[in-house]
């Protein structure tokens, strides 16, 4: 999106926006300043998989929270474009089987 010049409004790392947990130790901190203790923060390793482009553009498109708004704020020559583009971006991630995109969650264990 930002390459065609549709980036998401604002810090992605700004609170409460897409990346706002990413950086090291901001889940850690937020979990203790709401009082929780023995705070213990995992990287999981995730991946989402599609069976088909069309099935990922579905999901990024319709479901993924800032990047579904921008989609729908789009004309239909851009969303075409878009999508094109996208298509040719996640090709390294296509097999037999459809798409797979690796990913990385954070899980957090406390005591209140």
């Known amino acids: 999106m930002m390459q065609l010049g549709h980036a998401p409004p604002g810090d992605p790392f700004a609170p409460g926006r897409m990346f706002s947990l990413a950086p090291p130790g901001v889940a850690r ?3 203790a300043s709401a009082g929780f203790s023995r705070v213990r923060v995992e ?9 088909s482009f069309d099935d990922y553009w579905g999901f990024q498109s319709e479901v993924a929270g800032p ?15 878009l999508r094109s583009a996208l298509e ?5 991630f296509r097999s037999a089987d459809g798409y797979e995109f690796p990913g990385l969650a954070l899980g957090v264990a406390a005591q209140k």
Do not use: C, G, M
């Open 43 to 51: 990287e999981l390793p995730s991946a989402q998989r599609f069976d």
């Open 67 to 81: 990047l579904a708004v921008i989609v729908r704020s789009l004309s239909p020559e851009d969303v075409d474009r």
């Open 29 to 31: 901190d937020l979990t």
């Open 88 to 92: 040719e971006a996640v090709a390294p």
